[in-house]
């Protein structure tokens, strides 16, 4: 994809050391009309981190929510993460969504531009969390696309 005229920021956001109200509360601050979840299974040990009382929640504050699942990060390359390798993770994530994932990052990127949205997973830091993976490509993918981590 080439350059755009128009300018889109993409936010990105992790729900460690969140509460579900404070999640909500700093999606709200920051004007976040979508959030698309974008871990491979929508679910969680923590309270209000699971796919239906996150989106119960969100609708009652009226934010929409998405989950992406094509673009969450397999056991493969999580396990890097997780030990951390954080830059061999990248990697081996980064092969994966280049390599058949691309169009869900343009479908992403697509809802970025028409809402203001925010991309979620669990970790806190986003350069230790494949989101920065995502928002790297959706940026390398169009120009247009500025990344704001919350």
Not at 20 to 36: A, F, G, M, P, Q
Not at 112 to 135: F, K, L, P, S, Y
């Amino acid at each position: 994809m080439g350059a755009r005229s128009q300018d889109v920021v993409l936010y990105t956001i992790g729900y460690e050391g969140h509460s579900l109200s404070s999640l909500v509360r700093t999606l709200k601050d920051n004007n976040i009309e979508r959030l698309v979840d974008v871990r491979l299974r929508p679910h969680s040990r923590q309270k209000g981190m699971s796919l239906m009382s996150l989106f119960e929640r969100l609708r009652k504050a009226g934010i929409h929510y998405d989950h992406l699942g094509e673009l969450g990060n397999p056991v493969s390359s999580r396990s890097l993460f997780f030990a951390g390798e954080i830059d061999k993770g990248r990697r081996a994530y980064r092969r994966i969504i280049t390599n058949g994932k691309a169009s869900s990052v343009d479908t992403l990127v697509g809802l970025a531009r028409a809402q203001r949205t925010a991309i979620m997973c669990r970790e806190g830091n986003a350069e230790d969390c494949h989101r920065w993976v995502i928002a790297e490509v959706a940026a390398e993918r169009d120009q247009g696309v500025m990344v704001k981590h919350l």
